[in-house]
């Protein structure tokens, strides 16, 4: 489409010249506000279009390849999501689709200049990392989360032939990991990389070569390490890169000897701009003290990938003034979190992960105790994650009474079902306190032994509510009914083992074409009410997954998307689509 | 509303669920209630135990199903006690009595009202009932279950299977009325057969049953609780690098790499008849036929060189070389060993039912058992 400039029109003399308007728009980034100026005018859409430099695309079935090459031809970076979420907790099965492939092949006539590319949850195999790293002369930054099908040979492709990479970031995924070979397939005068995340990589790499690379990368911010990185090896990396700004470091449980240690401490201490720290498997309490200079500017802290002990993270704390992220296993216990609620002022964000979630003799746990303190000593609290095994009403009150500018609440209590262990009452009580004082709450998980009445507090109260997460809750079809109905921002939804049937599935017409998607699993639907739905809403993918040996009329796994791409042609046999198409 | 049906499925509510086994249990999660969970789940399985009937034909006819069925009816037994589905009332006693130490007995009093009977739909990889399930449920006595000879950790989830009520075909949906399902095993009476009733008679057996399966933690559930797969290994991981110790960093880099994989998942594998045990690297095999393959590989030697040795240890190279024959038919029932596993909820499956991903997710260890001990669950 040209851009033909001043089609003639008198009475707009002060019309902008669209190349004006293209620079304008330029300043404009987020897509929302991107989408809002397409839909103005004609011309808008398509100065946006042109002017387009990153689209992100949350469910990559709702358009296709094509449609997007042709609308923005001059993208450089796309961000792709695939599978549901719960492919994550393996319920989607491993051929369900969401491969990149069929992107990569329209991008490369359609958007050769494509420079970025960040993946979560697609399948993508090596052919296509090769493909990438062959047809995209200018690209440069690489982002797989979550994603499977590929290898380390893929990687080794790309670390091959993209010239200008700046961006290799490998994080959480389904990855065969061969050999560390990959990192060796840097070319020797290879210098640009500014982000590195291996950590997901279980093989070991080169020590010789990631060195050199890394005193080769002046440009290196995000290094992040796997596992097998021993502390020497930690050490002298981070002597020759202090500008580093996120570290992961590999494994922590050494021993070392006094000057070891004395000189790890050292190397922490060169780095004057580190803000966010990851990695440290089995640290040791004596390792972490290493740390210590490090973490005056510390924003983020993710220590979940090591069984922290509450005084080791109490002696850490005390370093970090300045956190505002915080990720734990919950082997830190009530008393871990006392320590964070008294030296973390300043902490936004708190994610408590199970060290054993089959732990049978729950040996590590946190409890409504917990989650309160933290509530206590950080007002500004406004992200939780928590996996606990017993939690109160009463608590979750204090929590949302101490902090109100929740923007996601998840509350994991993992045992499904259970209800407030001191009163015996269902939890309804507890997420209807979140909703009532959490105005601006986009992002909710619900757990415990719930009823309608958590629904119904939902429907009527959590307005901005965009993603909602279900498990094993409710008594009727008319828990659904009131959070489609009440919920009008909400994106998506994800439901499973709940008694919602078909009555509960179509109460939600009005609403799924302005949400992303809706997941429903091991509730009540049927193949009936599936296609229904399909019929009367032409413009939604209603998928059903089907188990093996259920009833032919079930609709054991659900997944309803808004599209205008049409049925998707690559589900496996055991995917039905229905179409009102 | 707890007593409501789900209208959402137009199915009518189920009849009632009767209560086979009231007393004994409420006496046995009672007694357990006061301490030790452990102890009473013991007591409680041993109760379950000798209700059960052993060596029923038909049941060694339904034991053709295999492990998958088992694995489905765990699963679907784990949801009479974990969701919220069901009369709250019972729910919370159940749980209630197994985490906080309160009395179960007021559980008593409610009754199961079988709004069990519009459950979702369910599989191997949800906790609801499938509703075939529910239709198909015959009469406990042709159930039963297990012999008690089985492993115990069979024995567990099976024997819960005892508390099935008689649930009349009435509580179908009246979509779900054909029997003809899709159906892998025999026939799908007999599959429904195995299932686990839509409720227990009482809460206090759901919690019973409950406990017997799960040790004390809450059972776990597929997919739940929603963490990714590589933070489940990290448990696993850290401990047994605790056990071994403080790796020093050569072993750790060393020459001898940490196998390819994708998350290294090392499990132990033991073979009856072999007092040593091998550990096998999961994430080096992608398909149950690379893993029968390196199981015999494994075993092969070890398990020739014990029969040498009971033999006294007298048989000369080649009869060495002859008894070192292959292991085969580890997967499909055929050969003189049978591989199962025991999963992440401790029970003892067959080897081979769920996708390999499924199967490497959940696995904890292997076991090369006797095909003939294994007779109950072999397949055909």
Redesign the interface.
């Known amino acids: 489409m040209d851009l033909s400039p001043k089609q003639s029109s008198p009475s707009e003399s002060t019309r902008f010249p669209d190349e004006v308007l293209e620079r304008v728009l330029a300043l404009l980034t987020s897509p929302k506000d991107r989408n809002a100026v397409s839909l103005v005018c004609k011309d808008w859409y398509t100065a946006d279009s042109w002017s387009r430099r990153h689209v992100f695309i949350g469910n990559c079935y709702s358009v296709s390849p094509e449609i997007v090459a042709r609308r923005f031809p001059r993208i450089r970076s796309v961000t792709l999501k695939g599978k549901p979420r719960f492919s994550d907790f393996n319920l989607v099965p491993d051929n369900w689709g969401a491969d990149v492939h069929s992107w990569l092949l329209v991008f490369a006539s359609g958007c050769p200049f494509l420079e970025e590319l960040r993946l979560k949850r697609m399948r993508v195999t090596d052919e296509s990392l090769e493909f990438l790293a062959l047809n995209f002369p200018n690209f440069r930054a690489l982002s797989l989360l979550s994603c499977d099908g590929f290898s380390t040979s893929g990687l080794a492709t790309v670390a091959t032939h993209c010239k200008n990479l700046t961006e290799l970031d490998i994080q959480e995924n389904g990855i065969e990991d061969l050999s560390g070979d990959w990192l060796s397939c840097f070319p020797e005068n290879f210098n640009t990389l500014e982000v590195l995340n291996f950590s997901n990589l279980i093989t070991d790499v080169n020590p010789g070569v990631l060195e050199r690379l890394v005193s080769r990368c002046r440009s290196l911010k995000v290094l992040k390490l796997n596992r097998t990185s021993s502390l020497d090896r930690l050490q002298r990396l981070l002597v020759s890169a202090p500008q580093l700004t996120e570290l992961g470091a590999g494994s922590f449980s050494e021993e070392l000897t006094l000057q070891q240690h004395a000189e790890l401490k050292y190397a922490f201490g060169l780095c004057k701009n580190l803000s966010v720290l990851s990695g440290f498997w089995d640290a040791s309490a004596l390792n972490l003290s290493a740390v210590y200079p490090a973490c005056s500017r510390l924003s983020f802290l993710n220590m979940s990938y090591t069984a922290l002990q509450s005084p080791e993270l109490a002696s850490l704390l005390p370093h970090c003034p300045c956190l505002r992220r915080l990720w734990v296993l919950d082997s830190v216990g009530d008393k871990g979190l006392e320590a964070v609620g008294a030296n973390c002022p300043s902490l936004e964000e708190i994610r408590v992960f199970p060290t054993d979630p089959f732990d049978e003799d729950m040996l590590h746990t946190v409890t409504e105790s917990g989650i309160v303190a933290v509530s206590q000593g950080c007002p500004k609290l406004h992200y939780i994650l928590y996996f606990c095994r017993q939690m109160t009403n009463a608590a979750v009150a204090t929590v949302v009474r101490n902090c109100p500018d929740f923007t996601h609440f998840r509350l994991c209590i993992m045992n499904p079902g259970q209800p407030d262990h001191t009163t015996n009452q269902p939890m309804d009580e507890a997420f209807g306190a979140v909703v009532k004082a959490c105005k601006k709450l986009k992002r909710l998980s619900i757990s415990g032994l719930l009823t309608d009445l958590t629904f119904k507090y939902i429907g009527e109260y959590a307005k901005n509510l965009e993603a909602l997460s279900v498990a094993f809750a409710g008594s009727s079809d008319l828990g659904m009914q009131y959070v489609m109905e009440g919920c009008s921002k909400l994106k998506k939804l994800e439901i499973r083992d709940c008694p919602f049937g078909n009555v509960a599935l179509l109460s939600g017409l009005e609403r799924y074409e302005s949400m992303r998607s809706l997941w429903m699993s091991a509730c009540n639907v049927t193949i009936d009410g599936c296609r229904s739905l399909a019929r009367e809403m032409p413009r939604l993918n209603v998928e059903v997954m089907k188990e093996e040996g259920s009833d032919d009329c079930k609709a054991d796994k659900v997944y309803v998307y808004r599209t205008v791409a049409g049925p998707r042609r690559d589900a496996p046999p055991s995917v039905l689509t229905f179409s009102g198409l | 509303?707890?007593e409501?049906c789900?209208?959402?499925?137009g199915a009518a509510c189920s009849p009632k669920l009767l209560d086979l086994i009231p007393k004994e249990m409420e006496w046995a999660v009672a007694k357990g209630e006061s301490g030790d969970v452990e102890r009473s789940s013991v007591e409680i399985r041993k109760l379950e135990l000798r209700l059960g009937l052993p060596g029923d034909d038909e049941w060694s006819l339904k034991n053709t199903n295999t492990a998958?069925n088992i694995n489905?009816e765990r699963d679907h037994h784990d949801?009479l006690f974990?969701?919220?589905?069901f009369n709250?009332g019972h729910?919370?006693?159940h749980?209630?009595h197994f985490?906080?130490h309160?009395p179960s007995h007021k559980a008593g009093s409610h009754e199961i009202s079988p709004?069990v009977g519009?459950?979702?739909?369910?599989?191997?990889?949800?906790?609801?009932f499938?509703?075939?399930q529910q239709q198909q449920l015959a009469p406990p006595s042709s159930f039963l279950q297990f012999p008690t000879t089985t492993k115990a950790a069979t024995d567990k989830q099976q024997s819960s299977c005892l508390l099935l009520p008689t649930v009349a075909k009435e509580s179908s949906?009246p979509?779900?009325t054909?029997v003809g399902?899709?159906?892998?095993?025999q026939s799908p009476a007999e599959?429904k057969a195995f299932s686990p009733p839509a409720a227990p008679p009482t809460p206090a057996n759901t919690a019973v049953a409950n406990s017997s399966q799960k040790?004390?933690?809450?059972?776990?559930?597929?997919?739940?609780?929603?963490?990714?797969?590589?933070?489940?290994n990290?448990?696993?991981s850290?401990?047994s690098?605790?056990q071994n110790g403080?790796?020093?960093?050569k072993a750790?880099?060393s020459d001898k790499?940490?196998e390819?994989?994708?998350?290294?998942m090392f499990v132990k594998i033991n073979m009856d008849g072999v007092p040593i045990g091998r550990k096998v690297d999961l994430t080096a095999y992608d398909s149950y036929p690379r893993l029968s393959t390196a199981v015999d590989e494994l075993f092969r030697g070890l398990l020739a060189a014990q029969r040498d040795s009971s033999a006294g240890g007298n048989m000369n190279k080649q009869q060495q070389e002859e008894e070192e024959k292959a292991i085969t038919g580890l997967l499909d029932g055929s050969g003189e060993y049978t591989l199962v596993y025991e999963d992440?909820?401790?029970d003892r499956m067959l080897v081979g039912d769920v996708?390999w991903?499924?199967f490497v997710?959940t696995v904890k260890r292997l076991r090369v058992l006797k095909s003939s001990e294994v007779s109950a669950l072999s397949r055909e």
């Open positions: 509303m707890m409501e789900s209208k959402g499925s998958k489905r949801s974990s969701l919220g589905y709250h729910h919370h006693n749980h209630h985490h906080h309160q709004q519009p459950v979702a739909g369910s599989s191997s990889s949800s906790v609801w499938n509703q075939q949906q979509c779900c054909k399902a899709i159906d892998l095993q599959k040790r004390t933690a809450p059972g776990p559930v597929v997919g739940w609780p929603p963490i990714r797969s590589f933070r489940k990290l448990a696993s850290s401990s690098s605790k403080n790796p020093n960093k750790a880099t790499p940490v390819a994989c994708k998350k290294g992440n909820e401790g996708p991903h499924m997710s």
